[in-house]
């Protein structure tokens, strides 16, 4: 192995152990149905005893001028108003095509071990969908 590959394979090792100033934890959902216009999720998230950042998001690709994208979340059955710098629903003619995403960010603040049911809707129209990340801060 030469000098750089060394100081390269280092590098990564330090970065691979590094601690972030905060943990963002990937959190698993359940497909319950998929198909190519619309898919619905149910994700478990276990409280920390702590404020939590919850952050859900969509991602697509092939967005174009007529693409409808729209996405409903529910916490225990009751709706979820997403947070500030939320993006739900998108229409073709806002301009944005090719990759986009739909996010919404809330917070969760219960007894450490309760445990709630964020399930969401994914509607799509006219755009492949790509995948989900359910993350916690």
Known sequence: MNKR????CIF???VATASPTYAEDVLACETQSAN?????YRCPVTSTGREQQ??????????????????NLTLDGLPVSCRKGSKTWLKGEDGEEGDVSLECHLVINDIAGTKRMLRATVNIYH???VGIRLSAR
């Open 5 to 8: 590959a060394g100081i390269i």
């Open 12 to 14: 990564l090792a330090i």
């Open 36 to 40: 190519f216009k619309r898919r619905e």
């Open 54 to 71: 919850i952050h859900f998001k969509a991602d697509f690709s092939g967005s174009h001028d007529d693409t409808l994208l729209s996405m």
């Open 127 to 129: 755009a492949e969908f």
